[in-house]
């Protein structure tokens, strides 16, 4: 608390100087992570276009979603991040809450019964809130305590990060729920834990695998695995999509077919063009140039992200930071490395490229928390 | 002490955080180098073998069937045509479990066991992979608008327009213009490779008929074209296209008109009737009923009405009586009494004193007079070749046949095509049976016995022909012994098609031309002379023809024939104790040509008419003959006899043209 009154004290000290330094820091907007965030949007908007085989409707509501997206991210950047921080178990409580009342009055969509239809509110997933409220309360909890965590603190962190990601999977929404463990998690690792408690862990997963494979994995799942490793075991059924995937981005080449011109796209042969594979319809109209085009921008947003973290000024901000910009990467990485074939496929769209509504205004609201962290706390480190 | 504490932590925290945000970021360029490589190996090293898989995703070569050439009649009449239909196809590379999918298919169109059963047949066929397969020809537009709506669930299931075989006048010609039907096994496995590639987006072949025979000419060439699928295999864009060629649009020599003329003259008796111009060999009409609906056959007859056709025992809907064999009867006398002029076995003045039975000398087996068992009893009398024709005598030609023996018959027969098929392009026509020495052992390991050539003269025992054979030999005398060869097509897209003949039949050639001439008188009293004071000096169809019809304006020269089916002796059938069954009554037969004995104008038209179970010749296959004839001189030739009596002479050559 002394620290706080501290803080107050120096804010307070420093804000002529701060107001004077730019416009952007008055509108608490990053300039860097905003430009990052803009080339994805459009060349998102871009792709779908064609993905989409020219439907302009698709386009606008993307379009409308980002707009809304930057709206929310603003909004969340005027707040202060500590007034997260204060309000953190209040929200972890309340998303508990959401997630408890989804099991009863949920309504299910794409075969998960993750949604809920509240009057006077559009529809949205609790689960998704959860990418960002779990972070918050794990960041929360290991910043007041003594660095590197002990046994203790680690385990009462796994508590609130498994009990989220176990009423996920009720709802039959394993992707979520792998996201949310994985933001939990970075912030656990980014708080110091110890390498051999990672490794340990590490091993203990490896281990646990087969047998998870064997006795708990559903059918489809485990079909996934296999396809995985042989998608010629089903070329028609399961393996379908990897390989019309890998088709359509091997065809592509250097420079790709053009734009507009991708064939395995426009004649329906990749599945789920629009969203979670719409990296085929890239690297098939833009050659590996375009997707290391992609993947650049990409890097600059992780990078500014990074820079972020490593520039906050207090524990609860770097560890929110760091999770924020690892779990987008991570979001990143596994689509692109599932259509690919580098990974099983996970249902995972690829961020601010792929058509969707609720994931993309999570997305938003993290980048929101990241300009938050970024112009509040500057003035601090003085 | 706790400030300072929690300062010294602070700067702790912040080398951790920073050490462990460097290692996440090593991880990060990390997972992204790996992303790379993998990515450089599908789109680099691996570019060729996915742009390969990309291209043989989307594009398909595929067969253009040429579309079949129409059969017209000699009037330009559609006999053959082609009608767009819309086809539901499976190509079954692209269809993941087909059961399910046909199951589906089930509850939107409701195919029937019979569908599915032919199906499968043809997915056994050798076929290309990856070309459609019909499921069901001829897609109600019901069905269509629920396939194409459900279309997302059917992958590999498509609608396809295709052109079919249509036969206008259904029964009407069934027979001699044939139908098309599905290629079948055997028909795939005789193909050569050159010709399976013709035939790789055709799904019909000629079956019968004129279809089969000028299968070559009919179909055409097959063209290719490259076109874009999308994943339900509907093609997107066609990219290259070589165009087939259309097969040849043939006519025959077959006149509808005539068809239905003689189609309706047979009423409702079994039988054939076959008509040829006898100065072109073209055949006119050729017609053998009960017909069927050739167009039954074209998308896949089902099992139901195929039984049906074939299990007709009596009517025997699918066989071709104009090209199979019977026994001809007295129609072979005119033949026989020419070759007894030509051998000086008689002359215009011999007679035999006929007492209406035939005996051997040494056999007491008498061969009676079969043309007599109705009547009053005893024979003809005083009889000579002429009164022996239109009495149609057996006794007489007993004694002819006996004296020439059936070597020289067979020679002489043969001449005329009997025990052959002198037509052109009706391949598939059998030859009946001329007997010989050689015949009978090789057929029966049996001598010939005399007894053989007296049931040979009156054209029963092991006599044999088919109604286009008697139309053909009648033809021939017609002709003056002038041989022209029976044919179908006329033309080939419009040009007058004239045959190459491989071996051309001789002309027949007899002692003395008036031997022609006598001929044609004594058949030309067959259908004319009159009744008069005298007993049994009519012709035997003179009551059916010439004195049914006063006005006729032309003279016909025919004969009559009865031809047993089983032996019935003439005590019993007199008798009247006993009817006899149908199928076991006399076949009737006549053949005729005319115009006869015109001095102004050849004959136009030679016929045979042929009536199962019809009794009598004279009077039931007789006037169909005469129908018929009327129906070509007088309707369509409109030949105007009264005006060439008078000696218009322009008109004449204008018709002999």
């Known amino acids: ?382 | 002490m706790t400030g300072k504490w929690q300062l010294k932590d602070h700067e702790a925290e912040r080398t951790l955080f920073s050490g462990r945000l460097m290692v996440a970021g090593v991880f990060v360029l990390l997972l992204f180098t790996a992303l790379i490589i993998k990515l450089v190996n599908l789109q680099v090293s691996q570019y060729e073998y996915f742009s390969a898989r990309s291209d043989g995703n989307r594009l398909h070569s595929q067969f253009v069937p040429p579309s079949r050439g129409l059969i017209f009649d000699n009037r330009g009449q559609l006999l053959a045509d082609n009608q767009p239909i819309f086809n539901l196809t499976v190509v079954r590379e692209q269809v993941g479990d087909l059961e399910e999918t046909l199951d589906y298919l089930d509850t939107l169109i409701d195919l029937s066991d019979d569908e599915r059963e032919q199906f499968s047949n043809r997915l056994r066929r050798n076929r290309v992979p990856f070309t459609s397969v019909p499921l069901r020809y001829v897609l109600s537009e019901a069905d269509k608008a629920k396939i194409a709506v459900n279309s997302f669930k059917l992958p590999g299931i498509a609608i396809e327009p295709q052109f079919v075989r249509q036969y206008p006048l259904a029964d009407l010609a069934a027979h001699s213009v044939g139908y098309v039907s599905e290629i079948n096994r055997a028909e795939l496995d005789s193909f050569d490779d050159e010709e399976r590639e013709n035939y790789g987006g055709t799904n019909h072949i000629g079956k019968t008929g004129i279809e089969r025979t000028y299968e070559d000419l009919l179909h055409g060439t097959v063209g290719y074209e490259i076109v874009e699928k999308n994943n339900r295999g509907q093609v997107m864009r066609r990219l290259d296209r070589t165009d087939p060629i259309a097969g040849k649009n043939i006519s025959l020599y077959l006149d509808s008109q005539l068809q239905i003329v003689a189609e309706e003259a047979l009423g409702d008796f079994r039988g054939a009737v076959v008509a040829i111009d006898p100065n072109t060999g073209g055949i006119l009409a050729m017609v053998s009923k009960p017909g069927f609906d050739p167009n039954l056959f074209v998308t896949g007859i089902s099992n139901k009405n195929y039984s049906v056709l074939v299990t007709d025992e009596i009517n025997t809907p699918l066989f071709d009586r104009s090209t199979n064999p019977y026994p001809p009867g007295s129609t072979i006398k005119p033949f026989l009494g020419l070759g007894g002029l030509h051998h000086g076995l008689v002359d215009y003045d011999f007679t035999i004193e006929d007492p209406g039975y035939f005996r051997l000398p040494g056999v007491r087996y008498r061969w009676g007079d079969y043309t007599l068992r109705t009547a009053i009893g005893g024979g003809h009398g005083h009889t000579n070749l002429q009164k022996a024709i239109y009495q149609s005598c057996d006794t007489f030609f007993y004694d002819l046949g006996n004296r020439m023996g059936i070597d020289t018959m067979h020679s002489f027969m043969a001449q005329f095509g009997f025990g052959e098929n002198f037509a052109v392009d009706i391949n598939y026509a059998r030859t009946g049976v001329l007997p010989s020495r050689d015949w009978k052992r090789a057929t029966r390991g049996e001598p010939w016995y005399p007894g053989d050539t007296i049931n040979s003269s009156i054209g029963q025992g092991f006599m044999w022909a088919t109604p286009l054979q008697l139309a053909t030999a009648v033809s021939i005398i017609a002709n003056k012994g002038k041989v022209v060869q029976p044919r179908m097509l006329k033309a080939i897209d419009g040009v007058p098609y004239q045959p190459e003949i491989q071996d051309p039949v001789a002309d027949v050639v007899v002692n003395d031309p008036d031997y022609w001439r006598y001929i044609e008188e004594s058949m030309s009293m067959v259908v004319h002379r009159a009744f008069n004071d005298v007993f049994r000096e009519y012709g035997t169809a003179y009551e059916a023809i010439a004195m049914a019809d006063r006005e006729m304006p032309y003279r016909m020269a025919g004969k009559s024939g009865s031809a047993q089916v089983v032996g019935i002796s003439q005590e019993i059938l007199q008798s009247g104790d006993i009817q006899v069954s149908d199928p076991n009554k006399d076949h009737a037969l006549f053949i005729a040509y005319a115009p006869a004995e015109n001095p102004n104008i050849k004959p136009q038209i030679a016929i045979a008419v042929f009536v199962e179970n019809g009794e009598h010749g004279s009077s039931v296959a007789g006037p169909i003959a005469k129908r018929v004839t009327d129906a070509y001189l007088l309707d369509i030739l409109q030949i105007d006899f009264a005006a060439m009596e008078s000696g218009n002479d322009e008109l004449i050559s204008l018709v002999n043209e």
């Not at chain 1, 107050?8 to 820091?25: C, T, V």
């Not at chain 1, 099991?103 to 809920?116: C, D, F, Q, R, T």
């Not at chain 1, 490793?229 to 091997?250: C, E, K, L």
């Not at chain 1, 207090?314 to 690892?326: C, K, P």
Request: glycine content about 10%; charged content about 10%; aromatic content about 12%.
């Open chain 1, 1 to 382: 608390m002394n620290n706080q009154d501290f803080i107050r004290q120096s804010d307070g000290l420093d804000s002529k100087s701060r107001y004077a330094k730019s416009i952007w820091q008055a509108i608490h907007t990053d300039p860097p992570l905003l430009l990052g965030i803009s080339l994805l949007c459009g060349f998102g908007l871009f792709v779908l276009f064609s993905a989409s085989g020219g439907d302009v409707p698709v386009v606008r509501r993307q379009a409308l979603t980002m707009v809304v997206g930057l709206v929310v991210m603003f909004i969340v950047a005027q707040f202060n991040v500590h007034f997260f921080r204060q309000w953190a178990p209040t929200l972890y409580a309340a998303g508990i809450g959401l997630l408890g009342l989804v099991l009863v009055v949920g309504v299910a969509k794409n075969g998960a019964k993750s949604w809920l239809d509240l009057p006077g509110l559009p529809s949205f997933q609790p689960s998704e809130l959860m990418k960002f409220v779990v972070p918050m309360l794990v960041a929360w909890y290991l910043a007041s305590r003594p660095l590197p965590p002990r046994f203790k603190h680690l385990f009462w962190s796994a508590v609130m990060i498994l009990v989220p990601a176990a009423l996920i999977i009720i709802q039959n929404d394993t992707g979520t729920a792998i996201m949310v463990t994985m933001s939990g998690i970075f912030v656990v690792l980014l708080a110091g834990i110890r390498w051999r408690i990672v490794i340990a862990g590490f091993i203990a997963l490896l281990l646990a695998s087969p047998a998870w494979f064997i006795f708990l994995a559903q059918e489809h799942q485990k079909n996934r695995i296999l396809t995985f490793f042989n998608p010629y075991r089903d070329p028609t059924g399961a393996g379908y999509n990897i390989i019309q995937s890998q088709i359509a981005i091997g065809s592509g080449g250097l420079y790709g077919k053009g734009w507009g011109q991708g064939a395995q796209s426009h004649l329906d042969f990749i599945p789920e063009s629009n969203t979670d594979f719409i990296l085929a319809v890239l690297a098939e109209e833009f050659g590996l140039f375009g997707v290391l085009l992609l993947i650049s921008v990409y890097l600059f947003v992780l990078a500014r992200g990074c820079y972020i973290a490593y520039a906050a000024n207090d524990t609860f901000s770097r560890l929110l930071a760091g999770s924020i910009t690892l779990t987008f990467f991570f979001y990143v990485f596994v689509n692109m490395a599932m259509v690919s074939g580098l990974l099983p496929v996970i249902g995972l769209p690829l961020p601010l490229i792929s058509r969707g509504g609720t994931s993309v205004v999570t997305l938003f609201i993290g980048f929101g928390l990241l300009m938050s962290i970024q112009t509040h706390g500057h003035s601090r480190a003085i």
